[in-house]
């Protein structure tokens, strides 16, 4: 019989498992990325097993986080962001600028960001696993979803599945912010381009 653990101590096994199924990776792929044995991962993320520090730093390299994703445990103030505190970053060749919203904890996951989107920005259609909403903050955009153009502003939402080929525009000579928010974790802040220079007020 598995014991219960404190709401403190971070599940390690679940996490590891929705870390690798975030990047689509098999058992298998993970073992040969790491090191690690199928079996022994399979029992891991199972919570029958505990790895060593050493064997879950292998595992954290392998899915491409730290050590601290696993082994920190959240808190409360962890998922408390502040208007006017969140840096922006952009990632390479893209003229998109983020603010991410969502906390990075074991096991969550939904991600969210809002948008800074300048005139005349086209993106690429797109279609992927999970749902997304977006809410426009400011501006307009046009949002194409299956082959239907929706023209959004401000207080306008959309909620639909990744699997729908999608892509959205900014059509307008002024900057547009939206709220974007999936329950896949589509954006990887690793390689993004930090901005710390510039403001919130810059940027709109």
């Known amino acids: 019989m598995q014991r219960e653990k404190p709401s403190t101590e971070p599940n390690v096994?679940?996490?590891?498992?929705?870390?690798?199924?975030?990047?689509?990776?098999?058992?298998?792929?993970?073992?040969?990325?790491?090191g690690v044995s199928v079996?022994?991962?399979?029992q891991v993320e199972r919570d029958n097993a505990t790895p060593s520090l050493g064997t879950l730093a292998q595992i954290s390299a392998a899915l491409d986080v730290g050590l601290d994703y696993f082994i920190s445990a959240s808190k409360p103030s962890d998922g408390l962001?502040?208007?006017g505190s969140r840096p922006l970053f952009a990632l390479d060749d893209s003229s998109l600028r983020y603010e991410a919203l969502g906390a990075d904890f074991p096991g969550?996951?939904?991600?969210?960001?809002?948008?800074?989107?300048?005139?005349?920005y086209v993106s690429e259609t797109v279609h992927h696993e999970g749902e997304e909403i977006i809410f426009v903050l400011e501006g307009e955009i046009q949002q194409t979803l299956g082959g239907q153009t929706f023209s959004m502003?401000?207080?306008?939402?959309?909620h639909y599945s990744g699997d729908t080929p999608h892509a959205w525009s900014n059509p307008?000579?002024?900057?547009?912010?939206?709220?974007?928010?999936?329950?896949l974790t589509v954006l990887n802040r690793k390689g993004a381009i930090e901005l710390p220079e510039l403001s919130h007020k810059q940027s709109t």
């Open 81 to 83: 962001t502040r208007s």
């Open 153 to 158: 502003m401000p207080g306008d939402s959309l």
């Open 108 to 120: 969550s996951e939904m991600s969210a960001y809002i948008l800074h989107i300048p005139p005349g």
């Open 172 to 183: 307008t000579d002024q900057n547009a912010r939206i709220l974007w928010t999936g329950t």
């Open 13 to 34: 096994g679940p996490a590891i498992r929705k870390r690798r199924k975030q990047l689509k990776l098999t058992l298998q792929a993970l073992s040969d990325r790491s």
């Open 39 to 42: 079996g022994y991962l399979s």
